[in-house]
């Protein structure tokens, strides 16, 4: 599992069983597209708690898209002002503004498969 920025997150692997047990996360997300490549690829799961208020720059946010169809967007922090965060995908060249009030979720970690 890929160790988070800021979050900690306990876990633990139980090769007799084949089970991964992963405490304090409030939601899964299969990772979908290319934006978030090398580290994000399509079908890894990304473990998530929900947002409290707090960001720091470099965290992995999930978003509802401000178009109508409100799609999760999962992409990286790059700044924060008062109100909103600059986000952008890894693999993207431009970063986006979005609300702090589109934010749901922080990601805690990813399992890559």
Same mark, same amino acid.
């Given at each position: 599992m890929q160790a988070a &920025?800021? $979050?900690?997150? $306990?876990?633990?692997?139980?090769?007799?069983?084949?089970?991964?047990?992963?405490?304090?996360?409030?939601?899964?997300?299969?990772? &979908?597209?290319?934006s978030m490549r090398p580290g994000v690829w399509t079908g890894n799961t990304c473990f998530l708690r929900n947002f409290?208020?707090?960001?720091? $720059?470099?965290?992995?946010?999930?978003?509802?898209?401000?178009?109508?169809?409100?799609?999760?967007?999962?992409? &990286?922090?790059?700044?924060?002002?008062?109100?909103?965060?600059?986000a952008r995908g890894d693999n993207n060249q431009e970063a986006e503004r979005v609300l702090i009030s589109q934010v749901r979720d922080v990601v805690v970690g990813c399992l890559y498969s």
């Open positions: &920025r800021v $979050e900690d997150v $306990e876990w633990y692997y139980t090769n007799a069983t084949n089970t991964l047990t992963v405490f304090d996360v409030t939601g899964v997300m299969a990772a &979908r597209g290319s409290t208020g707090e960001l720091g $720059e470099g965290q992995m946010i999930v978003y509802a898209d401000a178009d109508a169809d409100a799609t999760l967007i999962m992409h &990286r922090v790059e700044a924060i002002y008062p109100g909103y965060v600059l």
